[in-house]
């Protein structure tokens, strides 16, 4: 089954398809990785996305398509993949379909409010690193780590006015993609808001698996 996967941050995605991996058997391919592949084993494609990382810039469509591409054509994409992060544009979509058919988009819906309840509501331990929620995973003791005593923290990517900026950056990324492939009948809407095995059953039903 080739699967796309779209979802606001916030909405599980890595968690989800890592569930859709065990579940399913092919491989969870995100562009991140893919890039960061590239560049470890220094392909030509990876020499240059390399490069424009380190210039500050954002990787073009070309050079990620072309990627994209390199990836779907390995031995274990050949049964099937979940895409995350890709496509992110009317033109990668476009592109995408020039050498792979998938069978369908899953839009992980979330609204914004539950979003920033989720992230921002998230704590990160300055000594260890461990992750904490203050409603949904708290730890014992209000602002220390259960693991080694340290400070917990909130990122400044977890407070509530950059989540607002990067749900905008989302939503008007992806609205178009929405539409695109719900027009084409591949969009299946998963609600994204209840515990992780709920989602994983509503995936399931969703998709008849």
């Known amino acids: 089954m080739k699967l796309v996967f779209l979802g606001p941050p916030g909405a599980g995605k890595g968690t989800l398809a890592a569930k859709a991996v065990e579940l399913l058997q092919i491989p969870h391919i995100s562009t991140g990785a893919i890039f960061r592949t590239a560049i470890a084993n220094k392909t030509p494609l990876g020499l240059k996305v390399k490069e424009i990382i380190d210039a500050g810039r954002l990787v073009d469509d070309e050079t990620t398509i072309a990627l994209v591409r390199e990836r779907l054509a390995e031995a274990d994409a050949q049964k099937g993949y979940i895409l995350d992060g890709f496509p992110r544009t009317i033109a990668q979509a476009e592109a995408l379909e020039g050498f792979s058919k998938i069978d369908r988009v899953v839009n992980f819906d979330i609204p ?20 904490y929620h203050i409603l949904f995973s708290k730890p014992k003791k209000d602002g220390i780590c259960d693991l080694c005593g340290g400070e917990l923290y909130t990122r400044d990517d977890d407070k509530p006015e950059a989540i607002q900026k990067r749900l905008e950056v989302y939503r008007a990324q992806t609205a178009p993609l929405i539409d695109y492939y719900r027009k ?21 039903q969703a998709l008849k698996v």
């Open 112 to 131: 914004d409010a539950a979003v920033i309840e989720r992230l921002s509501g998230r704590r990160v331990c300055k000594n260890c690193g461990a992750n």
């Open 184 to 204: 084409k009948g591949l969009l299946v809407d998963v609600d994204a808001r209840p515990a992780v095995d709920q989602v994983i059953t509503n995936f399931r």
